[in-house]
Nanobody, 121 residues
């Protein structure tokens, strides 16, 4: 089965940057980043298909970039111009099906343990 391990979270000032990583094993077609803040529902951030196309939530488009290194089996989320509202636990997720851009938690079968991102002064 698919195994996912996130890393790279931390604390940063508003306007700063972080890069999250997710090492994976097993076959995946859709790989995505989700986030969940305390008291809020888990929301999709970005998704990439195995062949390369990407999609982003409106709230992060232009600031975040999702990418995948197939040789190293690593998914990345480059986060720039971070805002306090980006503070959340960030999760790597994977699915073996189609329609990757249906960016809802219920679509994705496999999940990492999460990595905390905190944006504050």
């Amino acid at each position: 089965q698919v195994q996912l391990v996130e890393s790279g979270g931390g604390s940063v000032q508003p306007g700063g940057s972080l890069r999250l990583s997710c090492e994976y094993s097993g076959y995946t077609n859709c790989m995505a980043w989700f986030r969940q803040a305390p008291g809020k529902e888990r929301e999709g951030v970005a998704v990439v298909e195995r062949t390369g196309p990407t999609s982003y939530a409106d709230s992060v488009r232009g600031r975040f970039t999702i990418s995948k290194d197939n040789a190293d089996n690593t998914l990345y989320l480059q986060m720039n111009s971070l805002k306090p509202e980006d503070t959340a636990m960030y999760y790597c997720a994977a699915d073996q099906g189609a329609f990757c851009f249906t960016l809802r938690p219920t679509k994705f079968t496999y999940w990492g343990q999460g990595t905390q991102v905190t944006v504050s002064s």
